[in-house]
């Protein structure tokens, strides 16, 4: 049983404007010509691709009670039967049970991870836009047609479902796009409040008029399965950037504005905070094959969205506000808030700051004194929530973008209080460990990621690292680790304590140490407010923020991860605008909403053709900018693999206590593949052995294209290499090292 695919957009791209009626918002998305199944899945082609028992009456029925998984391999099966290469990446992870750390309010998490290579030429999901444009088949309507004429419904159906095929198709010949059974996509449909829910499509044989329409969309858990849900096969590759999902809760367009909704603060009404009109950028696709770290410095500039990248226990700006009202309820005034959305946190927290005209001195007193419980708030969750997330290991690109930044000596602008970064370079055999004499490691000291700023409180001496150059982590808005005396402008009072553990190992702060080596001091968090200059006094902060200017300005290339610029930030987008507006940077974004943030760009004076997208090829597009960095990196290394002298041997270091010989070198078309010994802790037991040390062949004659990584033993994990240390010199010889992105082995046994 052969796929009959259909040709959708004969006649080209177009726009297509997605509506999402939950949240009143609306966004365009490109659409690039592909080919979708003629008819949803039949029990007969599922049967045939399972090699199960085919019963004819049902052959011709619509395959339901199917999860958007099971669709996601049926995918691939479909892809290996037919000499394609599949296009989904499936793995799994550990997701702890909900009893543990899931609050009721927050979205349900998938274990599941599938990434969509978009390379591949099989079969797949459509996306979310493109079954829209599919159904609608250039017409502008609700439907394609009378409804009894095209479409199985509560209407007409008999309260049963029907073989395809047997209503009007639409003018591109595709059958029961509305009625018949619901249509499983592609895209998740809101991560902030649905976690994992993927978006359904078209309407059911049991649903009434009103959700047969081109535009209804709908949203289900990945694993459910109904008697009135199936899906479509599609394929074609499209542009990566042209797939993003809908604006997430930091960006909200209201009647096509950008901006926060118009919502009452607790003493008074609050003016709506409204830009300008939203237009419909261009996405222009990142390459990474464009990015030169030769070219110029290097600034990478982190949201939110990168510590919610990094792991979903870490909250979004309006979700962290939610998360403090449980424990000030009894601090709230009456008329208080209930709710947080739509980027109200700040608002209102910019709303509690500021001395309000209207209000009296007293009143005045109690929205500062509630703006001071909320900030000890944000901090107490953020450290509980960190806690939780430290206590697994860091996921592989982190690791790759700390060793990158390191080996770029790389500017690391950061609005995020945590401190993950800081957690992962101090954890135990962590990435960044430097050579130094005859098999000698120094470890390498968080404290100098932000250059030994703010200082430590008087006390006994402590460990001082060796002085090096690193990359330069700029907290603009502080940090949990860090501790003032309120309103203090001289910063005297600035004083940093040790990190909260890290990685795998988490620590709990001890209240009794904090009252006595910092005694009357409280955490010193810039919170997420509009008016923040009380904190701006401070002259570490403002040291801080005149290097974070500098950075920009010199860089060549700005990134963005998680970051979406949010128009009440007014600070921000003017130092913003001084140091990039005019500049000849690329402005690479990282976002999984990225219209508004191009929008905001082009208002501070980036000109368009200077923006960049990074493409989607997961659900992570942080994610996916660290590793096409990482790949970048690792092509460089592979050409400089390629003028190592045949005599000079070679060793895959995780850290100061992993290290793995390289055995063997095989070049293919697209890799070259390192072969390892088992990994040891110590160099000393390979240089032991230094006769059987592998001859490299100069003339690996790899293409551009092909990445580098290293293989272990009885291992299918692949780690790619992506940084180089040229040499090091031991008692046997001089070693070349060479640095992988992922985690150490020995550190995944502990």
């Not at 957009?9 to 592909?34: C, H, I, K, M």
């Not at 619901?182 to 044989?205: F, K, P």
């Not at 700023?453 to 150059?469: D, I, K, Q």
């Not at 460089?636 to 290290?659: E, K, M, T």
Request: proline share 7%; hydrophobic share 40%; charged share 20%.
């Amino acid at each position: 049983m052969s796929v009959n695919l259909v040709e959708v957009l004969p006649q080209g791209a177009v726009d297509e404007t997605v509506v999402d009626r939950r949240t009143d918002l609306s966004w365009t998305v490109r659409v690039e010509p592909f080919r979708l199944s003629a008819t949803v899945v039949t029990c007969g082609l599922w049967n045939e691709v399972h090699r199960t028992p085919n019963d004819l009456a049902e052959a011709d029925l619509p395959k339901t009670d199917v999860s958007w998984r099971d669709a996601v391999l049926f995918c691939n099966a479909l892809s290996v039967r037919e000499g394609l290469t599949p296009v989904y990446e499936v793995s799994q992870r550990v997701v702890p049970e909900p009893s543990q750390w899931r609050a009721h309010s927050e979205p349900e998490i998938d274990d599941w991870v599938v990434v969509w290579r978009r390379a591949a030429d099989g079969y797949r999901l459509p996306t979310d836009a493109e079954w829209q444009v599919a159904c609608r088949a250039g017409s502008s309507g609700a439907r394609y047609g009378d409804l009894d004429d095209i479409a199985w419904y509560a209407g007409n159906s008999g309260g049963s479902i029907h073989r395809v095929r047997m209503k009007e198709p639409n003018a591109w010949g595709l059958f029961d796009m509305l009625g018949g059974v619901w249509e499983w996509c592609w895209d998740l449909y809101d991560t902030a409040v649905y976690g994992s829910y993927r978006i359904i499509r078209g309407g059911g044989w049991s649903d009434p008029e009103w959700s047969c329409r081109a535009g209804v969309r709908r949203k289900t858990n990945p694993t459910a399965k109904f008697d009135d849900l199936g899906f479509r096969l599609a394929r074609g590759a499209i542009p990566p950037s042209t797939t993003r999902s809908r604006p997430l809760t930091e960006c909200v367009s209201v009647g096509g504005m950008i901006g926060c909704r118009s919502i009452r603060a607790d003493h008074g009404p609050a003016r709506a905070m409204l830009g300008r009109k939203m237009t419909a950028p261009s996405l222009n696709a990142w390459d990474e094959r464009s990015f030169d770290p030769a070219a110029g410095p290097t600034t990478f500039v982190l949201g939110a969205g990168f510590s919610r990248a990094v792991d979903h226990r870490m909250p979004l700006t309006d979700e962290l506000g939610n998360l403090c009202l449980p424990l000030l309820r009894q601090h709230l005034p009456s008329d208080g808030p209930n709710e947080f959305s739509g980027g109200f946190f700040e608002t209102y927290l910019s709303a509690l700051a500021a001395d309000q005209p209207f209000l009296d001195s007293a009143e005045n007193g109690e929205n500062h004194a509630l703006f001071e419980r909320f900030s000890s708030a944000i901090g107490t969750i953020l450290g509980a929530r960190q806690h939780e997330v430290l206590a697994s290991g860091p996921p592989p690109w982190l690791v790759g973008l700390i060793v990158v930044a390191h080996t770029l000596k790389a500017g690391v602008v950061t609005f995020n209080y945590d401190t993950l970064l800081e957690c992962l370079v101090a954890s135990p055999l962590g990435p960044l460990d430097d050579a130094h004499g005859e098999g000698y490691f120094d470890p390498f000291f968080w404290d100098e990621l932000t250059g030994g700023v703010p200082a430590w409180p008087p006390g006994p001496a402590r460990l001082a690292a060796t002085r090096r150059e690193t990359m330069r982590l700029l907290k603009l808005h502080g940090s949990l680790n860090w501790y003032w005396s309120p309103g203090d402008s001289t910063g005297a009072t600035v004083a940093k304590r040790g990190l909260p553990g890290s990685w795998l190992r988490p620590a709990v702060y001890e209240e009794g140490d904090r009252q006595r080596e910092l005694p009357g001091r409280v955490p010193f968090l810039v919170p997420p407010t509009a008016t923040k200059s009380p904190f701006y006094g401070s002259p570490q902060l403002r040291e801080f923020w005149q290097q974070a200017r500098q950075r920009l300005e010199a860089a060549s290339h700005v990134f963005l991860l998680g970051y979406s610029l949010p128009a009440t930030d007014t600070t921000t987008g003017t130092m913003l605008r001084s140091a990039i507006g005019t500049t000849n940077s690329t402005v690479v974004i990282a976002d999984l909403n990225p219209g508004p943030v191009i929008d905001r760009l082009r208002a501070i004076g980036v000109s368009a053709d200077r923006i960049k997208v990074v493409p989607e090829v997961s659900e992570s597009p942080v994610q996916d900018l660290c590793e096409l960095i990482v790949r970048g990196m690792s092509r460089r290394n592979l050409n400089s693999l390629q003028s190592v002298a045949a005599s000079d041997p070679l060793v895959v270091s995780w850290g100061s206590h992993c290290h793995a010989r390289v055995r063997d070198v095989h070049a293919t078309a697209d890799e070259v593949r390192l072969e390892l010994d088992e990994p040891v802790a110590s160099l000393s037991s390979i240089n032991q052995e230094g006769s059987a040390r592998v001859k490299l062949d100069t003339e690996l004659n790899a293409p551009a294209t092909a990445r580098l990584t290293a293989v272990l033993p009885n291992c299918e994990e692949q780690a790619v290499i992506d940084h180089l240390k040229l040499s090091f010199s031991t008692g046997r010889g001089s070693w070349r090292v060479l640095r992988p992105s992922g985690p150490s082995p020995l550190l995944k046994g502990m």
